[in-house]
Structure formats: structure tokens, C-alpha cells
């Protein structure tokens, strides 16, 4: 079965750095994607970022960008110039190319220190 | 934007009664998706829906949980005897196809059974 771990329960950075959201995964599967979502305090998740499994070049959207690791089973979210609007709380999630479901992490708490 | 909706935002029902969670998913959308999260766990698929049948269901979607898509806007989500390990958020989720890997999130349904 696919799992998903995010190690890092919760995470401080200031406003105006860069941080690092860590994920791992497990599949047998070679075709599937990967996201990350945010969910901002009493609010929908929304889709941060995309990678589809057969690409090797990193997705990033615009602030945002992933360290995609196939081998390592890693996908790091990384966030730059951070803004007090990126406080939340982020999951990392996998889907099967066939399925349905979307497998998510536990998800960590973004804190940005103005 | 549009954007899918969920009523009501809180619900508080007695154990063993039957209660309805509601959704309306993005209009053009064609798959549609309810996930539940037990406070501090991981948000866990239950069921995908299209074409007015239920397309895949993960084991916790148990004979008291039912799926409906009663008009050509609502559908929702039925749990026919409260247990107080429903007690969850629940979201609910649309896609315009099963291609199209990203799932849009409603804000949830925090369901409290006493």
C-alpha cells in the first residue's frame, strides 16, 4: 500500500526566508503524481504544486518550487521569500495514475515570525 | 473563482442518529469525492463518484455510509447510524475528469457525534 510521511509536524520560519518542507512516500507504482496542498486556517485546501512522476524537471510555481527525488521516494516542498499569507498548514499527498484516491501526509504547520 | 461548498460547516448529533452532509461540487465537474480527517490523523479517502455510481471506496465506507447525487448540484453524503468514531471533518472534493489528477477541496464539515 502507498503511504505518505511528513516528518516535520511543525515548522517556523521569518518572513522574507526560504524554508524546506520535507515528505517521503512509498509506491511500487512508476506512474502516479504528486502535490502539495495547502490549507490556511479555517479555510479550503487548495493546490499548491504538481509533479507527475515521469517528468524529472522540478515543478515550481512562482515562489514555490519541489526537490523531486524518484530514486529516494522524496518531495520537498521549498518556499521562498515567505509571506505572512503562507501560514498553514501544508500536506503532502500522492496519487496512483489509476486511482481515484489521493493518499495524504499528516501534514505540517507553517508558522511565518513577522 | 468557483468554488465547491459544504453546508452545514458544524454538526452536532446524538449516537446512533442519521445525518447528511452536503456538498456542492464545481459545476462543470464530473468526479466527485468525500475524505474524512479524525482529529490529528491523516485525511483518509471514503469514496469516488461518477456517472451516478460509486467508483471506488476505501474499507472505512461501510454499508452505513451512502452517496448521493440527488439534483444535478448537491451531493452528499449519508451516515445512517452516528458512532462517536464518525466524529471528523469531512470534505468534500471535485474534478472535472479522472485525468485530471487535481481535486478541488470544500472547507469541510466538522461532524461531532455525542
Known amino acids: 500500500a502507498q503511504t505518505v510521511t511528513q516528518s516535520q509536524p511543525e515548522m517556523s520560519v521569518q518572513e522574507a526566508e526560504t524554508v524546506t518542507l520535507s515528505c517521503t512516500y512509498d509506491t511500487s507504482e512508476s506512474d502516479y503524481y504528486l502535490f502539495w496542498y495547502k490549507q490556511p486556517p479555517s479555510r479550503q485546501m487548495i493546490l499548491v504544486i504538481r509533479q507527475e512522476a515521469y517528468k524529472q524537471q522540478n515543478a515550481t510555481e512562482n515562489r514555490f518550487s519541489v526537490n523531486f527525488q524518484k530514486a529516494a521516494k522524496s518531495f520537498s516542498l521549498k518556499i521562498s521569500d515567505s509571506q505572512l499569507g503562507d501560514a498553514a498548514m501544508y500536506f503532502c499527498?500522492?496519487?496512483?495514475?489509476?486511482?481515484?484516491?489521493?493518499?495524504f501526509g499528516k501534514g505540517t504547520r507553517l508558522h511565518i515570525l513577522p | 473563482e468557483p468554488e465547491v461548498t459544504q453546508t452545514p460547516s458544524h454538526q452536532v448529533t446524538q449516537m446512533g442518529q442519521e445525518v447528511i452532509l452536503r456538498c456542492v461540487p464545481i459545476s462543470n465537474h464530473l468526479y466527485f469525492y468525500w475524505y474524512r480527517q479524525i482529529l490529528g490523523q491523516k485525511v483518509e479517502f471514503l469514496v469516488s463518484f461518477y456517472n451516478n455510481e460509486i467508483s471506488e471506496k476505501s474499507e472505512i465506507f461501510d454499508d452505513q455510509f451512502s452517496v448521493e447525487r440527488p439534483d444535478g448540484s448537491n451531493f452528499t453524503l449519508k451516515i445512517r447510524s452516528t458512532k462517536l468514531e464518525d466524529s471528523a471533518m469531512y470534505f468534500c472534493?471535485?474534478?472535472?475528469?479522472?485525468?485530471?489528477?487535481?481535486?478541488?477541496f470544500g472547507p469541510g464539515t466538522r461532524l461531532t457525534v455525542l
Open positions: 499527498a500522492y496519487k496512483g495514475h489509476r486511482d481515484d484516491k489521493i493518499i
Open positions: 472534493a471535485s474534478s472535472p475528469s479522472s485525468l485530471y489528477n487535481e481535486q478541488f
